[in-house]
């Protein structure tokens, strides 16, 4: 059965929690294939708030194998907690698989990520602080700890000596901080590695498995487009590849068994952490979209930055993913606005372009030329079908098909999984097992 990528075409907090919990039930396999902690979902099971960074939604679901696949980065000790607090709400954690290529977060990581944002001072990236870019970049120079190394406590404090020692240089010679010593991470270490036991897997091998026994694969990426390391907008990005060529690099799957590649796009913008932000709104209007969305960080409360549906991005998204659908996220948070503007074009230096500006600076110097559309007054938040939606909400609806060039299968209407007008087929999740959660997602903190 060929599988399907879920993704977010903007700058994360596209409300992707919601759509995979919403598909999870027909799925056999939810996979995670980029990212780490940096992503989060907030999740209500059984009545308790739970907090999701590494584990793919689809625990939720007995029947589901989750998959933590290669591309992920782990920090051990936060997995171990997730799988705790899951386990403590009822929830079986049995069926988590972990790669054993996977890419460890280790201490020092966190370190290095502390003293670099620092030293940036005004030019930092706002980043979510968990590790993950050092973990990245140690990866990709060949000196990264991998999930596998840590059942050969030998290889392990080789490998963690070699480069603990350069780490240590630069934490105390260039940042004036004080050395890590390595005793404390490979006892840690070693216990996470035993408890962590049961979890590990070959996963391509299941993966390939799965797919060619014609079960259902659903890869899920954190972050989004905008947020990814080669198509976003560097260097305000993420270390990983959220789009639809990443889930496939991460999870280590072939490109001829995609069959779907559905992007969750937001009514309107968030973004978290520096970087350009075209269709960003003035404080007052942002407030106001805000309050309505609940548009904050799930741990720290941070307030994310807000602004008006960006097509222009849209297309962009839908282009280097190859997007055969949309899901359309939050759009009650609009209702009870008078207009909604929405950019469909740009203006750069000048010049109008409905396409992605080729250079950082002309995204930065773009203005967006919005089209007002009319809002609606009524409450949607019970919706079950495009026809129970006010004129204007469907004329919405339509346009960003039509302006995304990519039809919009799904519109969600409020947080829960039964709050989604499903077209073509997705119906809400009668078949499945009785609902149980919600879910939403966010950056991480
Ligand atoms: P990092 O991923 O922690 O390195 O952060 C890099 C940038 O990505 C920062 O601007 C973060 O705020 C942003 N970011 C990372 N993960 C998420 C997410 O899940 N949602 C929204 N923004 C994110």
């Known amino acids: 059965m060929p599988a399907t990528v879920v993704l977010g075409t903007q700058w994360g907090d596209e409300g992707k929690g919601k759509a995979v919990d919403y598909l999870a039930d027909r799925m056999d396999v939810v996979v995670r294939y980029q990212g780490g902690n940096n992503a989060g979902h907030t999740i209500i099971a059984e009545g308790r ?35 705790d607090d899951l386990a403590a709400a009822g929830v079986d954690v049995s069926g988590l698989r972990l790669s054993l290529n996977a890419h460890l977060i280790m201490p020092y990581h966190l370190e290095m990520e502390k003293v670099t944002e620092r030293f940036l001072g005004k030019n930092a990236l706002g980043t979510t602080k968990r590790g993950i870019g050092p973990a990245y970049a140690d990866r990709a120079s060949r000196v990264g700890i991998r999930v596998q190394d840590l059942y050969d406590e030998k290889i392990f404090r080789e490998k963690l000596e070699v480069v603990l020692k350069e780490k240590n240089q630069i934490l105390t010679k260039v940042y004036g901080r004080l050395a890590i010593p390595i005793e404390g991470i490979v006892e840690d270490y070693v216990g996470y590695a035993e408890r962590l036991r049961p979890y590990i897997a070959d996963t391509t091998k299941l993966l390939h498995e799965a797919l060619t026994a014609d079960e259902h694969v659903l890869l899920e990426g954190a972050q989004g487009a905008m947020l990814d390391l080669d198509h976003g907008t560097y260097p305000f990005v993420t270390s990983s590849s959220p789009v639809a060529g990443g889930a496939l690099a991460g999870a280590g799957v072939g490109p001829g068994w995609i069959e779907r590649v559905m992007g969750i ?52 998204a839908a282009r280097v993913n190859g997007l055969t659908e949309l899901f359309l996220t939050k759009l009650d948070v609009l209702s009870r606005l008078e207009r909604i503007p929405v950019a469909v074009a740009y203006r750069v230096d000048g010049e109008v372009t409905e396409d992605w500006p080729m250079t950082q600076t002309q995204v930065h110097h773009a203005e967006p030329v919005y089209e007002l559309f009319e809002g609606w007054r009524e409450d949607i938040s019970g919706a079950t079908r495009l026809e129970d939606l006010p004129r204007a909400a469907r004329a919405y609806v339509d346009a960003v098909e039509k302006l995304g060039g990519v039809p919009v299968t799904a519109v969600g209407v409020g947080p829960g999984r039964e709050q989604t007008i499903a077209q073509q087929g997705w119906s809400t999740a009668a078949s499945g097992p009785p609902a149980r959660a919600t879910a939403t997602s966010g950056e991480g903190r």
């Open 49 to 83: 708030l739970l907090k999701l960074h590494l584990v793919p939604s689809g625990i939720l679901y007995p029947h589901v194998t989750s998959v933590i696949a290669d591309g992920v980065v782990v920090d051990p000790e936060v997995l171990l907690a997730e799988m």
């Open 265 to 316: 796009a937001k009514a309107y913008v968030t973004r978290v952490g520096a970087g350009p932000f075209p269709t960003e709104a003035d404080e007052a209007e942002a407030e106001v979209l805000r309050a309505a969305g609940d548009e904050f960080g799930t741990t720290t409360g941070r307030p994310r930055r807000c602004g008006w549906l960006d097509t222009v991005g849209l297309r962009y």
